[in-house]
């Protein structure tokens, strides 16, 4: 069976500094698309980051441009978000996500056009 694992969620003043990891269990995701997307209370899933299959594209949400980083680390088949200057926006249920190759940028952002989803990591930003 195939599960994405978060961690590193947490509470944490704003401006300051969390990293997620996303581990997956039951197979290598090296040949992933890999995500991030959020979900605060009452709304609806939003795209945070995304790396693309071949790890040389990442792509960001316009609201996390230069506080956020998707990265990955190969020999540990795992995918962080690092995530810096945290606002009380940023808020949210973190998921990890997994899908196929995409060719168009705009695949990335739709929550739908991945296959493979973690359970969540709370993040809380107090203002």
């Known amino acids: 069976q195939v599960q994405l694992i978060e961690s590193g969620g947490g509470l944490v003043q704003a401006g300051g500094s969390l990293r997620l990891s996303c581990a997956p269990s039951?197979?290598?995701?090296?040949?992933?698309?890999m995500g991030w997307f959020r979900q605060a209370p009452g709304k609806e899933r939003e795209f945070v980051a995304a790396?693309?299959?071949?790890?040389?594209?990442?792509y960001y949400a316009d609201s996390v441009k230069g506080r956020f980083t998707i990265s990955n680390e190969n020999a540990k088949n795992t995918v962080y978000l690092q995530m810096n200057n945290l606002k009380p926006e940023d808020t949210a249920v973190y998921y990890c996500?997994?899908?196929?190759?995409?060719?168009?940028?705009?695949?990335?952002?739709?929550?739908?056009?991945?296959?493979?989803w973690g359970q969540g990591t709370q993040v809380t930003v107090s203002s």
């Open positions: 996500a997994a899908g196929p190759t995409y060719y168009s940028s705009s695949d990335y952002y739709i929550p739908n056009n991945y296959n493979y």
């Open positions: 039951g197979r290598t995701f090296s040949s992933y698309t």
């Open positions: 790396i693309s299959r071949s790890r040389t594209s990442t």
